[in-house]
């Protein structure tokens, strides 16, 4: 089934990886050049993105590199102009941007509060804000908002600000796909569940709370949690993008797509 974004240009918000292997949005970028797209990388971190622009051409693709916070309105602007400017527009917009930062609402500090509600949360809606009336003129796009199982669940582990913020992305995932979809601008989530990624591994607290610390051992402790036995990988996230962002889920808007290996059916 290959070309399944033939002829379509694909902005991949958060295509680089916090470090080494591959995180979601990462394979997601290459997997959509893979399947025909030009790719328009955008990370905060400009030699993560330009690393995966690297793989991309390496392979025979196309693809761009962009510098972007996205918590800045301006910059988020300027980079969907010069997406547009590259390419010509935009047809799928991947929103991969996400940070963990461990505490309850009584211990979390309010800077914190503030910090992950812009990276998780505000991200979303300035690029959908900015990306929407480019599809709009194109006649229609997919939008891919990556969620988690922690928008719907209590995982274990008490970080209040990711629990809120995904669970704010998945209700304006709905709502905009209601709002745009007779413009055909279908709007959909993927709710990953216990990866093993790059982001998960330098996660702040993470480790601490899981295994005191022990990356390995919270690897074991994860994937004993799933009902197949082990945690799942950014190429499980960027399938299901794929899959959102192609085609074949024409009919498919404001869904919450659920990559967990079962956890989520458990009761403990």
């Known amino acids: 089934m290959a070309g399944r974004l033939a002829d379509k240009v694909?902005?991949?918000?958060?295509a680089g990886s916090i470090g080494p292997g591959w995180g979601n949005g990462k394979a997601a970028a290459v997997l959509f050049a893979r399947e025909g797209a030009k790719v328009v990388c955008a990370d905060i971190n400009e030699a993560a993105a330009?690393?995966?622009?690297?793989?991309?051409?390496?392979?025979g693709g196309s693809a761009i590199a962009l510098k972007c916070d996205v918590t800045n309105s301006a910059?988020?602007?300027?980079?969907?102009?010069?997406?547009?400017?590259a390419y010509g527009t935009i047809n799928v917009l991947d929103n991969n941007?996400?940070?963990?930062e461990v505490g309850?609402?009584?211990?979390?500090?309010?800077?914190?509060?503030?910090k992950v509600n812009a990276v998780n949360l505000k991200s979303v809606f300035l690029a959908m804000k900015y990306v929407i009336p480019v599809m709009q003129k194109a006649g229609g796009g997919s939008i891919v908002n990556i969620s988690s199982i922690a928008s719907i669940r209590y995982t274990g582990v008490p970080y209040a600000t990711y629990y809120a913020t995904k669970a704010a992305v998945n209700h304006l995932t709905r709502t905009t796909a209601v709002q745009?979809?007779?413009?055909?601008?279908?709007?959909?989530?993927?709710?990953?569940?216990?990866?093993k990624t790059p982001m998960v591994e330098k996660a702040a607290g993470l480790a601490d709370a899981y295994a005191e610390g022990d990356v390995e051992e919270m690897w074991r402790v994860r994937d004993a949690q799933v009902p197949m036995g082990h945690m799942g990988d950014a190429w499980d996230v960027a399938n299901a993008a794929l899959f959102l962002a192609s085609d074949e889920a024409k009919y498919v808007t404001?869904?919450?797509?659920v990559v967990d290996g079962g956890i989520t059916l458990k009761y403990s």
């Open 254 to 257: 404001g869904i919450e797509l």
């Open 180 to 195: 745009y979809a007779s413009e055909h601008i279908r709007v959909n989530a993927v709710l990953p569940g216990l990866m």
């Open 104 to 114: 309850g609402v009584v211990e979390l500090p309010e800077d914190e509060w503030d």
């Open 50 to 59: 330009e690393e995966t622009r690297s793989i991309i051409e390496g392979e």
């Open 10 to 14: 694909a902005l991949v918000v958060g």
């Open 75 to 85: 910059e988020v602007k300027a980079m969907v102009a010069r997406a547009v400017d």
């Open 97 to 100: 941007v996400g940070i963990a």
